[in-house]
Nanobody, 122 residues
């Protein structure tokens, strides 16, 4: 049974940093792409960043380029999202997802975590 469990969310002031982690279990993910998405109240779920598990290919949404970094840790079977220079507009529930192809579209991901809340105060 595939499980994706996010952690690391919380409340931070604007300009601060948070590091999200997604622990993956239940199958071999070496051929998978892993994505981070977010959803703010009243808005659609949107892509934040994605990475092939091998780490050789990444994608970043324009609003987070230069501020967020996605990475994989094969030893711990985790996918991490380092978020720096956070802004109030980054406030959302952040979800980890796994799929066959590296994509910005939620429909391309088969497995999802339960989400973790990130709140950035001004």
């Amino acid at each position: 049974q595939v499980q994706l469990v996010e952690s690391g969310g919380g409340l931070v002031q604007a300009g601060g940093s948070l590091r999200l982690s997604c622990a993956a279990s239940g199958r071999t993910f070496s051929n998978y792409a892993m994505g981070w998405f977010r959803q703010a109240p009243g808005k659609e779920r949107e892509s934040v960043a994605a990475i092939r598990w091998s780490g050789d290919s990444t994608y970043y949404a324009d609003p987070v380029k230069g501020r967020f970094t996605i990475s994989t840790d094969n030893a711990k079977n985790t996918v991490n999202l380092q978020m720096n220079s956070l802004k109030p507009e980054d406030t959302a529930v952040y979800y980890c997802a796994a799929g066959d192809i590296l994509s910005k579209w939620p429909r391309h991901y088969d497995y999802w975590g339960q989400g973790t809340q990130v709140t950035v105060s001004s």
